[in-house]
């Protein structure tokens, strides 16, 4: 089965796939956690003066990138997910049938 240019063997590299992009969710999730926890930090810090806005504005910046990648993460893991399960009735499907014996 080829989903997105990658060529799945099985239904072990499909759950392996899956696991990696639900790990990697994970992980986006944790450093969203992280981020916070700087930003208080330095916010309740003596850390004064023009670097430690520009510091601030700057883990802003990465908090906002990190939301993005949230979101797409959670995405692609809904969408694989929704994949693994709805294969079978995929695979089967009359249209792809037809399209493989072109």
Request: with cysteine; net charge negative; proline share 0%.
């Amino acid at each position: 089965v080829v989903v997105g240019g990658l060529n799945f063997r099985g239904s072990d590299e499909m759950q392996k796939a899956y696991d990696y992009i639900k790990k990697a969710s994970n992980n986006i999730s944790d450093s969203k956690d992280k981020i916070s926890e700087m930003v208080s930090l330095v916010e309740n810090s003596s850390w004064s003066g023009e670097s430690k806005k520009s510091f601030l504005n700057l883990i802003m910046l990465c908090e906002q990138l990190n939301d993005k990648l949230k979101d797409a993460a959670e995405e692609n893991v809904r969408k694989i997910s929704k994949f693994i399960d709805e294969r079978d009735e995929f695979i089967n499907n009359s249209l792809v049938i037809k399209e493989l014996e072109e």
